[in-house]
């Protein structure tokens, strides 16, 4: 599965975490080689789009579970700064936000959804540039998906609610906590993206030389689009997305048709494979900028982590790193990968439950 790591050029260097882990590979990107997460990044996480093909799917799980029925005109939608947001609401009562990871959307929660509707009001939003979402051309940055949960939560939501998140998702969900404060009761992380460290500062444009600017810059750009270009085609072929699940899917029963079949989809929209490649270089380069350290040392509420602690790029270690920095924590481990949502939902479902039902505010 893995590649040389001279496959794409330096500027896509791009580390969410540094997991103690034994998978962990040198020249990394979230714990895996750069062309691997070219790859990867479009499939880690699930669902985007479904073709019609998947409506015929039943309801329920291998496990029985219920699952989140197919709309394929989407479900709910929003207007944020002028950009179509999607979003699923089910159930009634206290509030919960899920909150999908990198190339994916509301249906990576297909299992969750229906059991915690049964006690729960139940959002899951698509971030700006994933899923059914809008597919903006615009210069991608972790604030900007802050913002958009913020502005969620409190003119859809409208109340204090949980925010959960898996992968890029988990970190959203901490840097919008942040920002809600007493508007969040608490956060749930699955095998969320973050870094520690100290913040990487911005490089100084008036330092670059003319050589740099005017002629190694645009080469280098044009060298990456290429790449990138090839990448995102192979990365949306089915075979290759139902191999890269299932390296990450410790059981790959929940790797069906349905969850393949919505990955391949949202590479339809026109403006995607622009949207991936400003994500690859742009979003990815800048994200140094935030840390765990200084976006925990803000947080305020009881911190949930639900950790696959099988998954090949983000350890059980970071778990442990980030209960030790907030102590304010809970760690529920998992057999399972790097999506234990969809790939154990059961036990997902039951950890976010028990949790749930113990925090203080009773929900």
Request: charged share 20%; net charge neutral.
């Amino acid at each position: 599965m893995s590649t040389s790591c001279s496959t794409l050029p330096n500027p896509l260097k791009f580390d969410f975490s540094r997991p103690h882990h034994h998978n962990h590979r040198s020249s990394s990107i979230c714990g895996f080689s750069r062309r691997d997460f070219a790859f990867k990044g479009i499939v880690v996480a699930g669902a985007s789009a479904m073709a019609s093909t998947v409506a015929a799917e039943p309801s329920k799980s291998q496990g029985g579970l219920e699952k989140l029925v197919f709309k394929p005109e989407g479900y709910n939608y929003w207007t944020w700064r002028d950009r179509k947001i999607h979003y699923v609401v089910q159930g009634e009562g206290s509030p919960i936000v899920l909150i999908h990871g990198f190339g994916a959307s509301a249906f990576h929660w297909r299992y969750n959804i229906p059991e915690l509707a049964k006690k729960y009001k139940v959002y899951a939003v698509d971030l700006l540039g994933f899923g059914w979402s809008e597919k903006a051309l615009i210069d991608y940055d972790a604030l900007v998906w802050r913002d958009q949960v913020v502005d969620f939560v409190k003119e859809i939501v409208k109340e204090p609610a949980v925010l959960v998140g898996n992968s890029l998702g988990g970190f959203t969900a901490l840097i919008a906590a942040e920002s809600l404060q007493d508007q969040v009761k608490g956060v749930v992380l699955l095998n969320s993206a973050g870094q520690f460290g100290d913040a990487m500062p911005s490089p100084n444009e008036s330092e670059e030389n003319v050589l740099q600017k005017y002629i190694l810059k645009p080469l280098k750009d044009i060298f990456q689009r290429a790449v990138l270009g090839f990448l995102f085609w192979q990365a949306k072929q089915p075979a290759r997305v139902e191999s890269v699940l299932k390296s990450v899917y410790t059981n790959s029963s929940n790797v069906d048709d349905y969850l393949i079949e919505s990955i391949t989809k949202p590479a339809d929209d026109p403006n995607a494979g622009e949207v991936y490649y400003r994500l690859m270089t742009r979003f990815m380069s800048n994200q140094r900028k935030y840390t765990l350290d200084s976006v925990l040392s803000q947080l305020s509420c009881p911190l949930l982590l639900v950790w696959g602690e099988l998954d090949p790029w983000m350890g059980p270690a970071k778990a442990v790193r980030i209960k030790e920095f907030y102590p304010n924590s809970s760690i529920v481990n998992l057999q399972a990968g790097h999506c234990p949502h969809d790939e154990v939902p059961e036990l997902v479902n039951k950890a976010l439950l028990d949790w749930l039902s113990i925090l203080p505010q009773a929900l």
